[in-house]
Every structure is written in C-alpha cells, then in structure tokens.
C-alpha cells in the first residue's frame, strides 16, 4: 500500500524556524495536508496543498512540496510555545473508489522550548 | 468549515461490553469516515460511512465489531463490539465535503478495562 514517513521528533528554540519533513510514495496524490494534534484533542487542518502547486504560504505556516521527490515540508515561522504538539502529514490519493481516503504518517512531534 | 460534534469525548469500560460513539455535522457533507488511532500511533481508516447503505471496511475491520450507521447526510455512528483491552484507542469522525478539505471530530478516548 501506499505509504508515508516524518521523523518522530523535532526539538526548537522558541523564535526560531521548524522545519518538519515527510516524504509519500504515491505518484498519484492530488493533495497532501498537514494537520496539529494538540495532547488530548482531535486533528486540526493546518493548510493543504494541491499536488501541481510547489508552494504555499499562510501567515506563518509555508508549505513547499517537491512532487519529483515526493517531499513535502512544513515550515513554522516564529515558533511558539502554543506551537508544541504532534503534525500530522497526509495525502490524498486518486484511486477511483478511494480517492477520499487519506493516508497518514506517524507524526512528528514538535517542542518548543523556551 | 465544517463543525463536528463527536460524543462522548472519552470513556471507560468493562471488557465484553459494547459502546457507540456519534458523530454529528453542522452541515451536509458528501463523505463520512471513521478512524482508529492507537496509542502513540498514526491515524487508521476502519470504514466509510455511506449513507442510506453498509459502510465500505478497509482490510482488518469487520462489520460485527465495528458495526456503523449512517441515516442521513449530518450523522454516524460507529460502534466498539464486545470490547477487549486491545480496543482501546482515540476514535476520530472525520468528514470531506465538495471541496479538498478533511475535517475532523475531537474525538473519543477509549479506555477498556
């Protein structure tokens, strides 16, 4: 099956850029997201990025994607504390029947240290 | 975006017992979806909740464990049959409309004792 790898953890400075990586193996993605998960609550939608795009920008958040090498990353300008949790990276592939389903990675976990 | 309410938020129950979960939309949308996320885990789809008919499982979900329903297009249900420690996990409602987004519930935490 399709898959989709982040690194596990990532550690900043407060004020600092964060930069978290995934990578995805399937060639037929039309959309790839990124989602916070705070301790003890649901998924937030951060942004997405529709796959014929190479960048994306929101306040603080920018998106760059990499469909060559299947590489997506999501930079966190100015990290804040309110910024630790767990980013989920995911993708939305086009497979007729299951083109809604989205495919996870593990997630990374961000702390921002003061 | 979509508003989803998801109850309970969190519980705690007795192994063999069965406990349903809800999932209500502030709007209609075309797909509902329920996911498993295990402890310190990624998110993983047990089924799509089509409404009007059985929901589609992904390959390890059953419907006798899992069975769900979906009456209309704003509400589901998913239900955790004959429950064993191995259950516990958060349970998420996820929804997708017209549009590229995936919105989720805040989902439930279930604890089997």
């Known amino acids: 099956g399709e898959d989709v790898e982040q690194s596990l953890f990532l550690s900043v400075r407060e004020g600092d850029s964060s930069v978290i990586n995934c990578t995805y193996t399937d060639s037929s993605s039309t959309y790839l997201y990124w989602y916070k998960q705070e301790p003890g609550a649901g998924l937030q939608l951060l942004t997405y990025?529709?796959?014929?795009?190479d960048m994306k920008q929101d306040q603080r958040l920018t998106v760059l994607l990499n469909k060559k090498d299947k590489h997506l990353s999501l930079r966190i300008a100015d990290t804040q504390t309110g910024d630790s949790a767990i980013y989920f990276c995911?993708?939305?592939?086009?497979?007729?029947?299951?083109?809604?389903?989205?495919?996870f990675g593990k997630g990374t976990k961000l702390s921002v240290i003061p | 975006s979509a508003v989803i309410s998801q109850k309970p938020s969190r519980d705690i129950c007795q192994r063999g017992t069965s406990l349903t979960i809800q999932c209500q939309v502030d709007?209609?949308?075309?797909?509902m979806f329920w996911y498993r996320q295990q402890p310190g885990q990624s998110l993983t789809l047990i089924a799509t909740?089509?409404?009007?008919?059985?929901?589609?499982?992904e390959s390890g979900f059953v419907i006798d464990k899992f069975p769900i329903s979906r009456p209309n297009l704003t509400f589901s249900t998913l239900t955790v049959s004959n429950m064993s420690p191995e259950d516990s996990s958060i349970y998420l409602c996820?929804?997708?409309?017209?549009?590229?987004?995936?919105?989720f519930g805040q989902g439930t935490r279930l604890t089997v004792v």
């Open positions: 990025i529709f796959s014929n795009m």
């Open positions: 996820s929804v997708q409309g017209s549009g590229p987004e995936a919105f």
């Open positions: 709007s209609q949308v075309t797909m």
């Open positions: 909740a089509n409404q009007g008919s059985e929901a589609t499982y």
């Open positions: 995911a993708e939305k592939g086009d497979s007729g029947a299951g083109s809604y389903q989205l495919t």
